[in-house]
């Protein structure tokens, strides 16, 4: 790989994980008090999927530990916000749905968080997000083939 190349890739990615990192702090704050990013990204999800998950294909989809899931999912299911409960066909396997008080607390994060988003977006403009955004998915993809 050519050093315009390398530097070019390192740009990118110091980037990238600028960005992440001023969004999670951001975020961090404007979320309602006791919810992680991890909280409101598994309840989001949840609410999107409108089915249950097992926690192992809960934990794929994030790209993250099957234990780092159960302790997210357990802070949830102390809260109120999910239901886990045994896989009928499966005594070994548990599922995950999201409770309705889960979804008032979803919902009520996506207000706290879209003023922010939206000013973001608005700042950009939304030719540039829309530019942005099938780089971002398919270095998302890219990625995830790797994992």
Known sequence: MS???NALAIA???EVLAADQMVRARL???LPKGMEISHFSVLNHLAHTMDERTPAQLAETFHVTR??????L???EWAGYVHIRPDWDDARRKMVAISP???QARDHAVGSITPLINQVV???GDAQVREALPILREMRRQLGEDA
């Open 3 to 5: 050093d315009d190349r």
């Open 28 to 30: 961090s704050k404007v």
């Open 12 to 14: 990118l990615f110091s």
């Open 74 to 76: 357990s802070k949830l």
């Open 101 to 103: 008080a889960g979804r």
């Open 122 to 124: 608005e700042k950009l």
């Open 67 to 72: 234990g780092a899931m159960t302790n997210t």
